[in-house]
């Protein structure tokens, strides 16, 4: 089973210009996450869609940032136009939508964005 | 406030001895899952153990174990016979709420460098 994928693994840009990461969550996952980690500090929450519905998009950092899920399958997180402090290693994860209150979330191997 | 705490940045640990992560959580919520992921410098987050906060026995799996102790609201991952491959990030999780399709609250991660 193809795990979480990521792409690109790394992108260099400059300010003010527009990046859109993608994300090919597990087949068959309808939940799919989107977190970032700043140099240092802890990965944070930015959001979740529930299929092609967004259930929770309470950490995204502002409107610069769009994420959407087509058809309910892949995703891809937009930011336009890019700052600095946008910098950091952006991780997706999907999981089963599962009642029993162990539900893993599995993780992709993360964007390593840099912006300059 | 914090929701995970991982107070140590980075650890060392002898071959073949035992380490003790640290990580302690603040939720008011009584159903929450606890979990540790390990970030190998490959990058991929890789799931370890679970723990839920009705499970009355500490979780174990393989040469990991979680010290689960509820009262003091901390959850520290001990690995025992630590080997080379060891050696990697680790991140301690918590996902609050009935709803498992809740997201993660991340610590800033621990260090770990085994000495051979």
């Known amino acids: 089973e193809a795990g979480v994928t990521q792409f690109p693994s790394h992108s260099v840009i400059e300010k003010g210009q527009t990046v859109t990461l993608r994300c090919d969550p597990i087949s068959g996952h309808d939940n799919l996450y989107w977190y970032r980690r700043v140099m240092g500090k802890e990965i944070k929450f930015l959001l979740h869609f529930v299929k092609e519905s967004k259930q929770d998009e309470s950490g995204m950092p502002n409107n610069r940032f769009l994420a959407e899920r087509t058809g309910g399958t892949y995703s891809t997180l937009k930011v336009q136009p890019a700052e600095l402090e946008d910098s950091g290693v952006y991780f997706c994860?999907?999981?089963?939508?599962?009642?029993?209150?162990?539900?893993?979330?599995?993780f992709g191997p993360g964007t390593r964005l840099t912006v300059l | 406030a914090q929701k995970i705490t991982q107070t140590q940045p980075g650890m060392f640990v002898q071959e073949k001895e035992a380490v003790t992560l640290d990580c302690t959580y603040d939720t008011s919520d009584q159903s929450y899952g606890l979990f540790w992921y390990k970030q190998p410098s490959s990058g991929e987050m890789i799931f370890l153990i679970y723990?839920?906060?009705?499970?009355?026995q500490n979780a174990t799996e393989g040469r990991y174990s979680l010290n689960f102790q509820k009262a003091r609201k901390s959850a520290n991952l001990v690995i025992s016979a630590s080997q080379l491959g060891d050696s990697a990030m680790y991140f301690c999780?918590?996902?609050?709420?009935?709803?498992?399709?809740?997201?993660?609250?991340f610590g800033t991660g621990t260090s770990l460098t085994v000495i051979p």
């Open positions: 999780a918590m996902r609050e709420g009935e709803y498992t399709g809740n997201q993660f609250y």
């Open positions: 994860a999907s999981s089963q939508d599962r009642l029993a209150q162990f539900n893993e979330q599995f």
């Open positions: 723990q839920g906060s009705y499970d009355e």
